[in-house]
């Protein structure tokens, strides 16, 4: 890479880079899979380099956002893919037929409906939404290790009341 190219690749970094990731973000809803699709955008854009002849114009913009798009939904796909062929981790409500789902359904909410606001935030954002443990920690202005103590007690609580299955 020439002195030039790195300077653009700079340039283009300064300008581009934070609306790069909000536009990741939008797409995959997490920080730092956000910033994998930057990093890849960016790897692909500097093949490129040389095509760029103002790291300004509209052509420039066009072609990053289209770049960081395209990454973003692959990355989605790719993680889709993935996710949809695993079992949602903390066997804590466990769905054993797809006929049931709407009963299920029905006692999932029965069930934090039991629970106060914070421990049903936790439950919800864990194992409904999936969300990871900083990121639920975040949410709620705790700390990761109380979210995760809290989510172990209120998963006790509803075993020993026999709300929840127990985990093989």
């Known amino acids: 890479m020439t002195y030039d190219e790195t300077e653009?690749?700079?340039?283009?970094?300064?300008?581009?880079?934070?609306?790069?990731?909000?536009?990741?973000?939008?797409?995959l809803h997490d920080e730092g899979l956000a910033e994998d699709a930057v990093s890849e955008a960016f790897i692909r854009i500097m093949r490129k380099l040389s095509k760029f002849s103002n790291c300004e114009d509209g052509k420039t913009k066009a072609y990053i956002v289209k770049?960081?798009?395209?990454?973003s939904i692959n990355i989605y796909r790719k993680n889709k893919r993935r996710y949809s062929a695993e079992v949602p981790i903390d066997n804590a409500i466990q769905i054993e037929d797809k006929v049931q789902l709407t009963s299920t359904q029905d006692t999932i909410n029965d069930i934090l409906c039991g629970l106060n606001e914070t421990d049903r935030m936790i439950v919800t954002l864990r194992c409904i939404e999936e969300r990871s443990w900083k990121d639920v920690a975040g949410r709620l202005?705790?700390?990761?290790?109380?979210?995760?103590?809290?989510?172990?007690?209120?998963?006790?609580?509803?075993?020993m009341k026999g709300e929840i299955k127990n985990e093989k």
């Open 67 to 71: 770049v960081i798009k395209s990454t």
């Open 8 to 27: 653009k690749l700079k340039k283009l970094y300064s300008i581009y880079e934070q609306p790069m990731y909000r536009i990741a973000y939008a797409v």
């Open 141 to 159: 202005s705790l700390t990761e290790e109380n979210v995760r103590k809290r989510f172990e007690r209120t998963k006790k609580r509803l075993k």
